[in-house]
């Protein structure tokens, strides 16, 4: 597990290592230019709060202004997000009373200081779920999928619109004014109790927006989503908040970049990519696929990651043909925003629980757009043509021999 | 300029800073995985020979290995694949024949170079032209867009069938037995004359196999290529040669997932991408948007980029408010190779001449196919659905509030 333990994030070894006059330029090459970091020590009061509450219990906090051009018909239109990654937080055999009273501390205190940056919008991780009134086996929800097994962990799964993930989270958005974006194992009784994966939308004030669910369900790995919930059937929905358009695009998804595409269609100005993923499978992909989303799609992207190991009670096997385990591997962290000019903030840690703020203008979609002319120039009415044909069972490829 | 000067290329900085035990692990960060190296100093000897014409001609020269997993039913199918990227040789107010003379003796010696290898298929710049028999102001063709004056410039088009570009190709891919890709200005005289940014491929015997158009045309910067020619109407071809199948997404056509998806359902194995494009523009989005294309189709991607900055008799505008200049910018190179795994080559130097060689075995697409899964989870008749929604003029998009 050398990719565990030998760094802490690949910025802060170029940090450690590069010369100051060397770094700027490196760092342009790679994050694609120099972003304003938000002064979290001592300029900005209610920041130093939450440095404080980040220093005592325990997370990395980084934050970032993403800018625009000054224009003259539209005032800036100016967004703080947040994105979490957390672990879970005492071993799967503790009292589960302590677990609960373990997990409230730690999200307690990160959504507390993401607060005091007055933050509009905030996304938890993928299957983030608080446990309150199921038989859980873990506080927060472990990635269980590996397992392939019906209980405890089904009992994860709760109602969207009315379960107690969401109470708890329209609590939160009353008392701080946060949008939240909860994702969640949904249970939709309505339809013959089958389940999905779900990401809950709440308005500021308290009121689901709406929910979105994963569009595309891996089978790799340990990743054994497809014993558990199909494939979306709600489409590629936008919610107007009162601070922008936003979208969800669920972990595997962001491998599909017609998935992307279509929230950018239908008007996402930020799309979040709550996701589960582990480094021995992922990491090259990583900083590249929400990024090139945010480029192609002239959107932002926030893409965010679990971390940490969870450790699961019966074994299973990958289909690797290595001998069966408990444990799903290292979630790595390396959460980040990306915006539509092809710039990135620097990530959080790969192996400690953060939240990375940045304050956005919203401007700087459209005028990306009116820079690049991606839509202009994006011939859909070709690749619907394409696309039609593609999905004939008759379709031949164009093959020149 | 310092994005010019400071940096040779981002590899560089990297090694010559960052301890070796540390190092192994941000490489792999940045490009994926540890690639073998293709021994060029001493193991092959066809390769010395090679190393010996860089050395004394002054290019750069970096070879790389892509391995895919034993298969006991399909033989390993190895490719050797070369990318070249090269400046302009003489200053354009020297003699046109001492140009000439200049340009053949830069690409023959590269070219030569790429054969010592056992080099299978080799791909050039964006509109690399030679000059034969037209009245032109620079030996390679310039990327003479930003002017959008019409002589000397539009004498670089010529026919993709028989013009004397495509001729030499003809006369280098039997010498060499080498698969060409040869991207040019093409003059359409069957089609009234009208002028295309054209790829051919010529065989290794010496056959066109086809032609390939740039499917989306640039309206950024000085990129005011929409004056010379308009999308590309042959769709997305894929060509069989004798090395596995291959296809050309010409350089503004990587910023459109899109694009690269309908190469990928038409069969590519390894797609190029020759471009020009300069590096105040579009450094930060480079080494993310053919990285992605590769791990979101399974296939091989290659990136090719100009080097080095040119200078126009007239000057120009921008569109930016900027005073009229005579230079585009620079041209940064940094050509690279990516991998379906999410793996790619280190680049190219930001600016010299260069050839990236690749060993690659193509088997390593279906493996990653089958491990990844993004092609049997792409959901293509839902988007087929969804474009052909799009593009009625009645669209509603999907909007929550």
Redesign the interface.
């Known amino acids: 597990m050398?990719?565990i333990t030998?760094?802490e994030s690949?910025e802060s070894?170029?940090e450690k290592?590069?010369?100051d006059?060397?770094l700027k330029?490196?760092k342009?090459?790679?994050?694609?230019?120099e972003l304003k970091y938000i002064t979290l020590i001592s300029k900005l009061e209610l920041c130093s709060a939450a440095v404080e509450l980040a220093q005592k219990h325990s997370f990395e906090i980084k934050g970032y202004v993403f800018d625009a051009q000054y224009e003259q018909l539209r005032i800036a239109r100016e967004v703080t997000v947040a994105i979490v990654q957390h672990s879970i937080v005492l071993p799967t055999t503790a009292a589960i009373e302590k677990q609960r009273k373990a997990i409230y501390e730690k999200i307690g205190n990160i959504v507390k200081a993401v607060a005091t940056c007055n933050t509009n919008i905030i996304c938890f991780q993928e299957c983030w779920i608080l446990c309150f009134d199921s038989i859980c086996f873990e506080p927060a929800m472990p990635f269980a999928f590996c397992t392939r097994e019906n209980l405890p962990w089904k009992e994860f799964a709760e109602s969207a619109e009315n379960g107690p993930t969401t109470a708890f989270c329209i609590q939160l958005a009353k008392m701080y004014n946060l949008v939240i974006i909860s994702p969640i194992l949904e249970r939709d009784e309505l339809h013959g109790d089958v389940i999905w994966n779900t990401a809950v939308?709440i308005s500021n004030t308290g009121k689901v927006?709406?929910k979105t669910r994963k569009?595309?369900?891996?089978?790799?790995?340990d990743f054994n989503e497809s014993t558990y919930y199909m494939?979306g059937n709600l489409?590629?929905?936008?919610?107007?908040t009162e601070f922008g358009?936003i979208a969800v695009n669920i972990c595997?998804g962001r491998?599909?970049?017609?998935n992307?595409?279509?929230y950018g269609?239908?008007?996402a100005e930020i799309v979040f990519n709550p996701s589960a993923t582990v480094s021995g499978l992922?990491?090259?992909?990583w900083?590249?696929?929400a990024?090139?989303a945010a480029?192609?799609n002239s959107y932002f992207t926030c893409a965010i990651n679990r971390v940490g190991s969870e450790t699961f009670p019966n074994e299973f096997t990958s289909g690797d043909g290595k001998p069966a385990h408990n444990t799903f591997g290292h979630f790595y962290g390396s959460s980040y925003i990306a915006a539509p000019?092809?710039?990135r903030s620097e990530g959080l840690s790969r192996v400690s629980d953060g939240v990375l703020i940045a304050k956005i203008d919203l401007n700087l979609c459209r005028q990306i757009k009116d820079?690049?002319?991606?839509r202009?120039?994006?011939?859909?009415?070709?690749?619907?043509k394409?696309?039609?044909e593609?999905?004939s069972p008759d379709f031949k490829?164009?093959?020149?021999?």
């Open positions: 050398a990719e030998n760094i690949l070894v170029l290592h590069i010369p006059e060397q330029e490196v342009r090459l790679l994050f694609g230019k939308v927006l709406g569009n595309h369900i891996p089978r790799v790995g494939e489409g590629h929905p936008v919610f107007q358009k595997y491998h599909h970049p017609q992307w595409m279509m269609i239908n008007g992922s990491e090259p992909l900083p590249i696929e990024r090139n480029i192609a000019d092809g710039s820079i690049w002319g991606f202009m120039t994006q011939r859909l009415d070709l690749y619907a394409c696309l039609n593609v999905v490829p164009l093959l020149k021999q």
